[in-house]
């Protein structure tokens, strides 16, 4: 059975950094393409980012690409989005969640974790 937890969101003013961090449970992290995306109130959920099964590539959107990074430790299970430069149009709950493939695509995604609220104020 696989887990996958997500933590380090909160409350935080424009301009700061975040990083958030996916721990995977139950199969080894490496079996898979790691993605984040967000859900802003009233919206669709938007990919965010992806990262290859061994970390050698990461594909991010427009919207965050300069600001925000991801990276993985697979030794440690763990998936990581830094966030700098954060906005108030950051916010959002962000999801990571994990496929067999790298994709950008949410519905190519088998599972998720149950999200963290990240909230930037202006």
């Known amino acids: 059975q696989v887990s996958l937890v997500e933590s380090g969101g909160g409350l935080v003013q424009a301009g700061v950094s975040l990083r958030l961090s996916c721990t995977i449970s139950?199969?080894?992290?490496?079996?898979?393409?790691m993605g984040w995306f967000r859900q802003a109130p009233g919206k669709e959920r938007e990919f965010v980012g992806v990262?290859?099964?061994?970390?050698?590539?990461?594909l991010l959107a427009d919207s965050v690409k300069g600001r925000f990074t991801i990276s993985r430790d697979n030794a440690k299970n763990t998936v990581y989005l830094q966030m700098n430069s954060l906005k108030p149009e950051d916010t959002a709950v962000y999801y990571c969640?994990?496929?067999?493939?790298?994709?950008?695509?949410?519905?190519?995604?088998?599972?998720w974790g149950q999200g963290t609220q990240v909230t930037v104020s202006s």
């Open positions: 990262i290859t099964q061994s970390g050698a590539s990461t």
């Open positions: 969640a994990a496929a067999s493939r790298f994709t950008n695509t949410a519905r190519e995604y088998a599972y």
């Open positions: 139950g199969r080894p992290s490496g079996m898979y393409a």
